[in-house]
C-alpha cells in the first residue's frame, strides 16, 4: 500500500474563486488519479494524472476548470477554478502502487463548501 | 464504457449476523473486482479485492464470490461489528495499459449492537 496526504483537508471558499489541493505520496508511483464525490454519491474520475505527461481527463471534465500538475512521481495538485456552489465535493486522489495492477490506494480527501 | 450497480443502497443488520451486498457489471472485458469501505469523514480503504481468475477470495471476516458468466460479485461479512459500520463500494477495472475504476454508488450498512 501507500501512504497518501492531501491538502487541505477542508475549505470553504467564495464562488468565483480557486483552490489548488495538493497530494502527497510516501513512494514513487506511476499513476496518479483524481475523483470527485458529491454529497451522499459514489467516486466519480476527474483525471489521470501521468509524470511527464499532460493528464487524461473523463468526459464531462475539462482542463481549464480542473487543471492538474504532475511534476514528479510523489505529487500532484488539482486546481478548482472559477468555483460554483455545485463544486462542494469530496476531492480525493488514489494511486496505483504497482504491486497488482489497478488495485488503488486513496487519500484522505479534501472536503470543499462553496458559498 | 463498463457500468456497476450496486444493491441494496442500505443495509441495516444486528451485531452477529452477516451481511451480503451485490454487484453486477455491464463490460465483459473487466477483470478486477475491488471492494473499499468508506468511513465517515475518511477517504475509501480497500478492504479486499479479486481478479477474474479466481471464483472466491476469503480475508478473515470478509469474502468476495465472483461469477463470470453472470457478471455479478458480492461482499460477504460474517460476524459483524458495529464497527462494521460505513459505506461499502464496489468498482470494476478492464485492465490494459490505461485502466480506470468504475464504482458502484455505495451501500450504507449499519450494524446495530
Known amino acids: 500500500s501507500a501512504v497518501i496526504s492531501q491538502k487541505p483537508s477542508r475549505d470553504i471558499c467564495q464562488r468565483g474563486t480557486s483552490l489548488t489541493i495538493q497530494c502527497q505520496v510516501d513512494?514513487?508511483?506511476?499513476?496518479m488519479f483524481w475523483y470527485r464525490q458529491q454529497p451522499g454519491q459514489s467516486l466519480t474520475l476527474i483525471a489521470t494524472?501521468?509524470?511527464?505527461?499532460?493528464?487524461?481527463?473523463e468526459s464531462g471534465f475539462v482542463i481549464d476548470k480542473f487543471p492538474i500538475s504532475r511534476p514528479n512521481l510523489t505529487f500532484s495538485t488539482l486546481t478548482v477554478s472559477n468555483m460554483s456552489p455545485e463544486d462542494s465535493s469530496i476531492y480525493l486522489c488514489?494511486?496505483?502502487?504497482?504491486?497488482?495492477?489497478?488495485?488503488?490506494?486513496f487519500g484522505p480527501g479534501t472536503r470543499l463548501l462553496v458559498l | 464504457g463498463e457500468n456497476v450497480e450496486q444493491h441494496p443502497s442500505t443495509l441495516s443488520v444486528q451485531e452477529g449476523d452477516s451481511a451480503v451486498i451485490k454487484c453486477t457489471y455491464s463490460?465483459?472485458?473487466?477483470?478486477?473486482f475491488p471492494w473499499y469501505k468508506q468511513e465517515l469523514g475518511k477517504g475509501p480503504q480497500l478492504i479486499i479485492d479479486?481478479?477474474?481468475?479466481?471464483g472466491e477470495k476469503k480475508d478473515q471476516r470478509i469474502a468476495v464470490t465472483l461469477n463470470k458468466t453472470a457478471k455479478h460479485f458480492s461482499l460477504h461479512i460474517t460476524e459483524t461489528q458495529p464497527e462494521d459500520s460505513a459505506v461499502y463500494f464496489c468498482?470494476?477495472?478492464?485492465?490494459?495499459?490505461?485502466?480506470?475504476?468504475?464504482f458502484g454508488k455505495g451501500t450504507m450498512l449499519l450494524v446495530s449492537p
Open positions: 463490460d465483459s472485458a473487466s477483470n478486477y
Open positions: 494524472a501521468n509524470q511527464g505527461s499532460e493528464a487524461t481527463y
Open positions: 479479486i481478479r477474474s481468475n479466481v
Open positions: 468498482a470494476a477495472s478492464n485492465g490494459g495499459g490505461y485502466s480506470t475504476l468504475t
Open positions: 488514489s494511486v496505483e502502487t504497482g504491486t497488482g495492477a489497478e488495485t488503488q490506494y
Open positions: 513512494s514513487q508511483v506511476t499513476m
